[in-house]
């Protein structure tokens, strides 16, 4: 702990979270839990983030919610899936099992927002040390060297605060990293990705299909659902979201597993597009999953390279704490930033090539892909190694996963 001659311990809260959606809820609980003492402030009023978003949740993310005592909570409301059927144009499929990940349970989970959002949120209520203020906006925030004022606007109230650190966790147009001066890399696909909920009686399986439009995600969900995730050119997805019930359900059959569906949820329609901040930290500042970058939906990677942000940063900051360090100095920050800059950069090349090499419908190409596929499903080492990659089981993980 900081001695009481530090400056710091005159800031009103150690860290300020901008953004109280599933990623900077959790850093909260990684860093609550540790002693420091953490304000969360979201713009929405009631749930943060997008309700109807339907998440693949990858292992090691269980493994973060374990690590802080959420996982138990959530149990009730995911599903888990032990098979993860991978196809080109309904052709070639691979198979993963748990024993390609080496373990005997689940391979992965699904889980929508509006559903663990909730438990997440009362979660907090019982870490004293975290406070979260809901409606609550950013105005802006002045960097100084022992600290940060942030101001913000709640109801009718402007409100200041110091602390030692600003983390912006504040989603993809996120203020925090605008307002810091933070380049993005990155571009647009020329494709928008249709999501909605389905009806459909089958075993629980994580379907991702290659068409070459796009690829097409059927992730299961409690009780028979399943989030649809199906990535078109623009003006295909936007004209898919018009059209009556039948008719979306009628084009969607040939693509999908099931000989029947009912429509169970809205349809929407997102841009997609690739981003990488070009830094995640600056003095007194860092940025955490969709803040810091971006990616295309194939593989249900973004909240999940989020949430490894957040167990990152949260490592770096307990034990910088721990030792009695300054938790906003550059050099604590620049740990995390080392850390895991590259790692993401990897992981988002990676998941922008898959879509490339797979949304093409060029003779010579689809040959290539039919003998990878095919290779992939006969050696174990190489069908393990992407699994192992996808499931974000590689690399340096926080010390206490
Ligand atoms: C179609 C689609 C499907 C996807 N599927 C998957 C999937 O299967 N698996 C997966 O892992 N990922 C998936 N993703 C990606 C995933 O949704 C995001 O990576 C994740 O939601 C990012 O979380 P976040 O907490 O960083 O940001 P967000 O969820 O965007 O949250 C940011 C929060 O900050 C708040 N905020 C913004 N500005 C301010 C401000 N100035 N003051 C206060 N609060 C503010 C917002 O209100 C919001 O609540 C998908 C994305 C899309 C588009």
Redesign the pocket.
Do not use: K, W
């Given at each position: 702990m900081a001695g009481s001659d530090h400056p710091y311990r005159n800031w009103d809260y150690d860290v300020l979270i901008?953004?109280?959606?599933?990623?900077?809820l959790t850093l909260a609980a990684w860093l609550g839990q540790s002693g420091l003492r953490v304000l969360v402030?979201?713009?929405?009023g009631g749930m943060?983030?997008?309700p109807a978003?339907?998440?693949?949740?990858?292992p090691l993310?269980q493994m973060i919610w374990e690590s802080v005592g959420l996982w138990s909570r959530l149990v009730p409301w995911v599903q888990s899936y032990s098979r993860i059927d991978l196809s080109d144009q309904g052709r070639h499929a691979v198979v993963f099992t748990p024993a390609d990940l080496g373990r005997k349970q689940a391979l992965g989970y699904?889980a929508e927002?509006g559903t663990i959002w909730p438990v997440v949120r009362e979660f907090m209520t019982q870490i004293p040390t975290v406070t979260y203020w809901d409606a609550?906006?950013?105005v802006d925030f002045h960097p100084a060297p022992t600290e940060v004022t942030v101001r913000?606007q709640r109801a009718d109230q402007s409100l200041s605060v110091t602390v030692g650190l600003i983390v912006g966790?504040?989603?993809?147009?996120?203020?925090?990293r605008q307002q810091a001066g933070i380049g993005t890399w990155g571009w647009r696909y020329g494709q928008s990705?249709l999501?909605t909920v389905i009806q459909a009686n089958a075993e629980p399986v994580a379907y991702e299909r290659f068409w070459p439009a796009g690829p097409l995600?059927f992730?299961p969900l409690p009780q028979g659902r399943w989030?649809v995730?199906w990535t078109l050119p623009h003006a295909q997805a936007a004209g898919l979201v018009q059209v009556p019930a039948a008719e979306f359900l009628a084009q969607l059959a040939p693509y999908g597993p099931f000989e029947q569906m009912v429509l169970a949820g809205e349809r929407?329609c997102?841009p997609?597009g690739w981003r990488q901040a070009s830094r995640y930290v600056q003095p007194r500042l860092a940025l955490?999953?969709?803040?810091a970058h971006?990616?295309h939906?194939v593989g249900?990677?973004?909240?999940?390279?989020?949430?490894r942000d957040a167990a990152t940063l949260g490592e770096v900051l307990v034990l910088a704490h721990q030792r009695g360090e300054d938790i906003g100095q550059l050099k604590v920050l620049r740990q995390y930033e080392r850390w895991r800059w590259p790692q993401v950069l990897l992981s988002l090349l990676f998941i922008d090539s898959l879509n490339r090499v797979f949304s093409q419908g060029w003779g010579p190409l689809v040959s290539i892909r039919a003998v990878g596929l095919r290779l992939m499903q006969r050696m174990g080492g190489l069908r393990r190694l992407s699994l192992h990659f996808m499931a974000g089981l590689w690399g340096r993980l926080p010390g206490n996963l």
């Open positions: 901008v953004g109280g959606s599933l990623v900077g402030i979201e713009a929405q943060a983030g997008a978003r339907v998440y693949a949740l990858m993310t699904v927002h609550t906006q950013l913000m966790a504040d989603g993809a147009a996120s203020q925090v990705c999501t995600a992730l989030g995730v929407r997102f997609v955490v999953g969709d803040a971006g990616c939906p249900g990677q973004g909240l999940n390279l989020g949430l």
